[in-house]
């Protein structure tokens, strides 16, 4: 492996990246697979495949206080300890290392390390379809996607061919199937719900369609359905930089990573009109080193992102690389997925399951699909959940003793599902990051501001998700149903995305068709932040799509002299 260490080595490359999560490790493979001569720079840590999971293989006794984390560790990350716990935690930053500031509540939640959050992201592979790709433009909202689903759906394929997705074939228009393994199974409660749902038109549960393996792929996997997989997968069970992308940039030797890097600004050339190279910081000794390449493409993640564009100025680009628009931080977004319904069923009792398995169903879209006149709101969400029986955890709070207790409480209880809406939020201009003008971070560098807030849109969508779930567990002959919504702020889905948006027109967009800044044509975002509006599927698998695309075109165009 080519790492760098705090030497400076080579300053020149053919391609540098900029992060290293799940659409910088594919930009890296692709760039290094197309021969270029690429430097990979992550603000974090190494993490090695296998070697550096350390708590992969544990089982909660092993841990000094089981899964819990400390008073001390919740109250110096006080954000990232809302979804980590014992397992996993060293793959979260510390917030009090990596402050922010949320002008309204928001949870960033980040991992700085190299695979940032491919280690740790929920694998939901979903493709859109022009219904989301037209939205904008049908409904007069922001800006107008400048591609559809005809530019992008050969790229689907070739990242699922790849990666590895299982799922099942539907059939349906507004989620289009893909190159799919076998499905996982549902289990008996589910097919039950699903059976219910077949009586309304346009519901449907299926099987989630998720990058953990139904069988070997590439030398990886099967999964093991240990449903550990934020901690890091020894068997390849799931797709991660880490596990497959950058080890095969690495097998190219082309491939060329320097961790505890963190990039400053892009260094724009006012003479080529182009970026020749980046600055950065060493994230330990705090030296600053510049390196320098033909194409430059940024995958920091959405906020980070913007954020390194924004501190990215010249005489030429005063408010930040490519910020003609004005745009550039703005339209932020990030999937709501707090409201739902929960509910027990009387039936199944003689009947149990297998194994942890590392996904639940999903109920695609319904909403707006035709267009409906009384939904009350624009756009639409899909519904997330599982079934299980309770177990012993569930009755923690039960009151007894003796065998009479034990066997109750080792008994397993009633079939449940939970599942909650997955739904679309608007590209609103108002929800924006900036840099703070005084304070700085431990490297000196702005910190980030995020102003952020979900609106009536999402609100009324949030009742419809309530209502609807309800309704649909009644109508399956559930009992005790509890409509929720946990009103959690956004961020907490991890689906932020925007703040350098795609467009035709420079006046009102960061990015073009191709993932190009407008006017610097050697920068490339293909990470979150490009995106025009939010669907309401998982979005990873279209980052790493439109990420494997625009380096097909990039390195077309460098051939061609074009950049």
């Not at 909650?420 to 609103?428: D, F, I, S, T």
């Amino acid at each position: 492996m080519n790492i760098i260490g705090n030497a400076k080595k080579e300053v020149s490359y053919d391609a540098i990246v900029v992060g290293s999560g799940i659409s910088g490790g594919w930009a890296a493979m692709e760039l290094c697979k197309k021969g270029l001569k690429t430097l990979v720079l992550e603000r974090g840590r190494n993490v090695e495949h296998i070697k550096d999971y350390p708590t992969a293989m544990l089982s909660p006794w092993e841990f000094e206080f089981g899964l819990s984390l400390t008073t001390k560790e919740i109250q110096q990350s006080p954000i990232q300890s809302q979804l980590t716990n014992a397992g996993n935690q060293h793959f979260f930053v510390n917030d009090t290392e990596h402050p922010y500031i949320q002008d309204k509540p928001f949870n960033w939640l980040r991992g700085y390390q190299v695979g940032g959050r491919s280690l740790t992201w929920g694998r939901q592979c979903y493709r859109w379809s022009d219904l989301d790709f037209e939205a904008n433009l049908k409904d007069g909202t922001a800006i107008d996607w400048p591609i559809r689903y005809k530019d992008i759906e050969p790229w689907y394929s070739y990242v699922e061919k790849f990666i590895g997705v299982s799922g099942s074939h539907e059939g349906l228009a507004q989620l289009p199937d893909g190159s799919f393994l076998p499905p996982m199974e549902l289990n008996c409660i589910e097919n039950h719900l699903a059976d219910s749902l077949r009586k309304t038109p346009d519901r449907l549960l299926t099987i989630a369609r998720v990058a953990n393996l139904s069988q070997v792929w590439d030398s990886r996997g099967p999964c093991q359905n240990r449903n550990l997989c934020t901690r890091g997968c020894p068997f390849g069970g799931y797709f991660s930089s880490n596990s497959s992308t950058i080890p095969a940039a690495f097998k190219t030797g082309n491939l060329t990573l320097r961790p505890f890097s963190i990039v400053s600004e892009v260094i724009y050339d006012e003479h080529t009109q182009k970026a020749k190279g980046v600055r950065v910081i060493d994230q330990q000794t705090k030296e600053t080193f510049e390196y320098f390449a033909k194409i430059v493409f940024i995958n920091a993640s959405t906020i980070n992102t913007a954020g390194l564009l924004l501190n990215s100025k010249s005489n030429r680009f005063p408010n930040g690389l490519g910020n003609d628009s004005g745009e550039l931080g703005h339209n932020l977004m990030d999937h709501h997925s707090s409201a739902g319904a929960w509910g027990a069923h009387p039936g199944f009792q003689d009947m149990y399951y297998k194994g942890r398995r590392p996904c639940g169903f999903l109920i695609p879209r319904f909403r707006n699909l035709h267009q409906d006149k009384n939904s009350g709101f624009s756009r639409g969400y899909n519904l997330q959940g599982h079934g299980e029986r309770a177990e012993w955890p569930d009755r923690i709070d039960s009151k007894g003793f003796g065998n009479d207790f034990k066997t109750k409480i080792t008994t397993p209880g009633p079939w449940t599902v939970w599942m909650a809406g997955w739904g679309e939020c608007l590209p609103y201009h108002e929800n924006k990051i900036t840099l703070h003008s005084d304070k700085k971070d431990s490297w000196g560098l702005p910190v980030i501001a995020v102003d952020f807030s979900f609106k009536e849109n999402e609100n009324k969508m949030m009742e419809d998700i309530k209502k609807t779930s309800g309704e649909m567990l009644e109508a399956a002959g559930f009992k005790d149903i509890n409509i929720f919504n946990y009103s959690h702020p956004g961020g907490t889905t991890v689906h932020e995305m925007g703040t350098a948006r795609m467009g035709r027109d420079p006046k009102t967009s960061v990015l073009n068709g191709n993932n190009q800044i407008h006017d610097v044509k050697n920068v490339f975002v293909t990470d979150g932040s490009c995106m025009t509006s939010s669907a309401c599927q998982n979005p990873s698998l279209t980052y790493m799509a439109l990420t494997a695309r625009a380096c097909d075109y990039a390195v077309s165009e460098l051939k061609k002299n074009n950049i």
